[in-house]
């Protein structure tokens, strides 16, 4: 008998000591949820930054939800963990108040009426008079906006789904949600092709952009952008490598990296570039570039395959590709800041190369970038942590390398190169004819030489395809083809 009290006490013990862990785990969730960070809510609840990791993991575990996904500006509640948050916020307020050291002297929340003043007034409180508004309909609650967002079916007319996805987006924190992969399909979707309201589309971007893009509306925005670029036939009309060029009009250096295409593509590799350099009295600047180093510059998928053939190397402007896009990426004067649309042309991979080098400033989209490529199924992805969001190695500087290799990734750096010469252009050249004399010989720069050199290495470690392969293996192969280079074509 004593042997079974025993074991009913234990029992009962460890059933107080799960539901204490419990209540813990729901106040981490309440101060994740108000701080967006496992650092700042551990900070809140003054406890150590790995314990707050255990217990989100504790918290994923148990909802089988993983309650924070990645996005453009950090982390970003999931969906389900938005759908709670107002139940932990009550939790953890009573919490707070239970723990008052007044909490005698708080009001019940019945009342009563000890002081002797009981009775009700004769008269009733009136209904608030209000004169509802034909045009406006006030602030609709959460659950009327949710029945009507519900009522937008798939089949509705393309401005009233798009209105969908910005109600979803856009009410704010506790009250929206990050799209799905197909709703941003879709959202982006009526975009290119015409249908969207001018108002719609700055509401949907700049939402976006404010909140954080995620994984899953990336992934979808590529998804829509794919969807129209035409079909190529066969395999063999595949480029090797993918190498995307988005960059910025007040880029003022000269385009080193089409050098480095130029050497892999002298290895016998087909190399793809497609790019965007804005819209103004320099938005030729990559189609220049490409043309004095022998890049055929194509204005169609057709053209581009051709290319590939022929020479082992296609430039195409995205405006060639999809020219909403290039549209969409031309709004920057009128934002004065990027949207999600800027990081979605470095991941759409439009002829299906089984490789893509590409760069990345930001550590966050450096992540963000591996994370949607992994989504999109590509299973060899080399990213260059450069100073600006395209493949161009900086060789003063460390250069961290994140990797998708057959499906895993992997992190390296790459050591910044010491005592190495810097030489200012002559005056009497002007940018354009000395990034040519460097090729073919005429200037002798070892910085940009470099910079070509290593950047060719990243994509040649990329097309190995190999995880054992180390960076100076690519760089030796990198140095023989720039000595082989053919300095007049």
Known sequence: MAMEEKEAATGA????????????????????????????????????TSSMSRMLSDLREIYDDRIFIRTGRGMSPTPFAESLRQRVRGLATETEALMRKDVAAQPSPAGTGADGWTGATRRPMPPLAVTRSDRLEGSPTPAILARKIASIGDNAEPQ???????????????????????????????VLTGEADPVQ???????MQYRGVTTAELAGFVHAIRDRIPAISGASARPDLDWPAYVSASWRQPPWFIHSARLVASGGHKVLIHGFFGNGAESGKLELAASDAGIPVCLSVAEATEALARSNLAYIPIGALIPQVQSLL????LFETRTPVHAVPHL??????????????QMSRRDLYRDVARQLGEGDVT?????????QFTPLKATPLYRIIRGQSEDSIVPALRDVS??????????????????????????????????AAAALLCLAQDPAMPFDDALERANTLWQKRNRHG
């Open 201 to 207: 589309i700055g509401a949907l971007l700049m939402t």
């Open 348 to 361: 759409i991979n439009p002829l299906a190369a089984p490789c893509i080098v590409l760069g990345a400033a």
């Open 330 to 333: 031309g709004l920057y004067p």
């Open 383 to 391: 990213i260059l942590g450069s100073v600006r969001d395209f493949a």
């Open 160 to 190: 009233r789904r798009l209105a969908k996805y910005i109600a979803i987006t856009a009410p704010g924190p506790g009250k929206s949600r990050p799209m799905t992969t197909e709703e941003a399909r879709d959202a982006l979707a009526i």
């Open 422 to 455: 810097q030489v200012s252009a002559p005056s009497i050249l002007s940018q354009r004819e000395y990034w040519q004399a460097v090729w073919t010989g005429a200037a002798r720069d070892e910085l940009a030489e470099a910079t070509i050199v290593r950047t």
């Open 13 to 48: 013990s460890g059933e107080e000591a799960s539901r204490f862990q419990q209540l813990r785990l729901l106040v981490a969730l309440d101060a994740l949820l108000r701080e967006g960070s496992v650092s700042g809510a551990a900070v809140a609840l003054g406890i150590q």
